[in-house]
């Protein structure tokens, strides 16, 4: 099936069309800085392409360029728009109303509407594609695949906070998640690995990107997870915090009398490994500096080590059994010298590491367990690609397919 995927932020638009059945992708559009005068765009028909600056383009005029360029460029795969079968919508919040991908109709473009309030520059932004591309296309189906909906299986007495009720009544505040569809790819893929039911097994699934979070999936479905009410949550990351004593936010904003705004980006984008080492948000670089001596690039990699130690220590106490911890996307997949250096000192706990199957890249892309062979917990690496993932859900439910059974 021939799938526009469609990742609209709040000043970016990423998006790729697949063809599902050969895991191909055609064309893949990158729009950074929208609204702004530096804005660019990047529409790649598998020959590179230039990032164009198009001085305030917003996200969604990018997307309009993005069909014209598809119905239009001669080097474009397409002769007609029509060509598209699908359309598949990445949603950051789905709140407590979608616990999986569904196709779009007007209820649930209003319920997502309604959950602009979780994610104020995310949400909007999506809806307006939705609305622009419904327009322009109205016979194809359009699903959104939503961040939170894999972690609606957590129960209460992990999604709530410890604050007053009237929080959560009023104003919904409690643990959503994120990164769920990458979470319940690597569950699904790490049972075929495994060759047993997914239903059968505990495990602790790590996407460590940029952005990072860990779940602890027990029988498939998710059970708890470190990002919360926002992203903010959990692991230390490339550019946010993590967690952090929350009254430490009261006292540097009374101290240096900062905004809110000025708070959220210092937390948001100014903390994590960029912070910690004043040097880069990219891990690749912060180890290459902590190699060469860089004092402040050690402490972030091993601080941002320790917290991910740490959140596979409390969910394998949470969950009834654990068999196997699966690493995935940029840094769990390619860096052998962060996997090393976290299991190190989980062996205790079962997780044993075979160094040489850590250290061999083999082929690219591949799924593989880099545990020794009688490992009691096993460690599985996971090859992960989100437009695909959310291309081939896209094609399962406008096939009438159920959500979450198509890996
Ligand atoms: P995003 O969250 O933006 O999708 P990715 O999943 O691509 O991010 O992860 C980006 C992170 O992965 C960066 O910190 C990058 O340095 C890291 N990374 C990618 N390849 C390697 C590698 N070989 N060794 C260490 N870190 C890597």
Redo the contacts with the bound molecule.
């Keep these: 099936m021939l799938v526009l995927v469609v990742n609209a932020g709040s000043s970016s638009l990423k998006c790729q069309l697949i063809e599902t059945d050969g895991k191909k992708t055609l064309v893949r559009v990158l729009g950074q800085r929208l609204g702004l005068p530096q804005a660019t765009l990047r529409i790649d028909f598998g020959k590179g392409g230039e990032h164009v600056n198009y001085p305030g383009l917003s996200v969604v005029g990018a997307m309009q360029r993005t069909l014209r360029a598809l119905e239009n460029d001669a080097d474009s795969p397409l002769s007609s728009l029509e060509e598209i079968e699908a359309i598949g919508n990445r949603i950051v919040a789905g709140g407590e109303y979608f616990s999986h991908s569904v196709q779009v109709d007007k209820e649930v473009l209003d319920k997502i509407e309604e959950c602009s309030a979780l994610a104020p520059l995310h949400n909007p932004a999506a809806v307006a594609c939705i609305k622009d591309l419904k327009k322009r296309l109205p016979n194809v189906p359009q699903a959104v695949v939503f961040d939170t909906a894999f972690h609606q299986t957590m129960p209460p007495k992990a999604y709530r906070y410890a604050l007053p009720k009237r929080y959560y009544t009023d104003y919904h505040i409690r643990r959503y998640g994120a990164h769920g569809t990458s979470h319940r790819y690597a569950a699904n893929q790490a049972a075929h690995l495994l060759g047993r039911p997914l239903k059968d097994l505990g495990l602790i699934t790590c996407h460590?990107?940029?952005?990072?979070s860990i779940a602890a999936v027990d029988g498939g479905r998710s059970v708890d997870t470190t990002m919360g009410f926002t992203p903010l949550e959990g692991l230390m990351m490339?550019t946010r915090s993590g967690s952090i004593d929350p009254a430490i936010i009261t006292f540097i904003m009374r101290r240096e009398g900062l905004t809110y705004d000025e708070m959220d980006d210092i937390l948001n984008r100014q903390s994590g490994?960029l912070g910690v080492s004043g040097l880069s948000?990219?891990?690749?670089?912060?180890?290459d500096a902590a190699r060469e001596g860089d004092e402040d690039a050690a402490l972030a990699r091993d601080m941002y080590m320790y917290a991910v130690q740490k959140a596979i220590g409390s969910y394998y106490a949470v969950m009834t059994r654990t068999d196997a911890v699966v690493m995935t996307?940029?840094?769990g997949?390619?860096?052998?010298?962060?996997r090393e250096r976290v299991f190190e000192r989980l062996a205790h706990m079962g997780m044993i590491l075979d160094k040489d199957k850590n250290n061999f890249v083999g082929e690219v892309g591949a799924d593989r367990v880099v545990s020794v062979d009688d490992s009691p917990i096993k460690i599985i690496v996971i090859t992960?690609d989100?437009e695909l993932r959310i291309a081939r859900e896209t094609d399962a439910i406008v096939q009438g397919e159920v959500p979450g059974e198509i890996e």
Excluded at 208 to 212: A, M
């Design positions: 460590l990107g940029n952005g990072g490339g490994l948000s990219d891990m690749r670089e912060i180890l996307a940029g840094i997949e390619n860096s052998a010298e962060m992960t989100e």
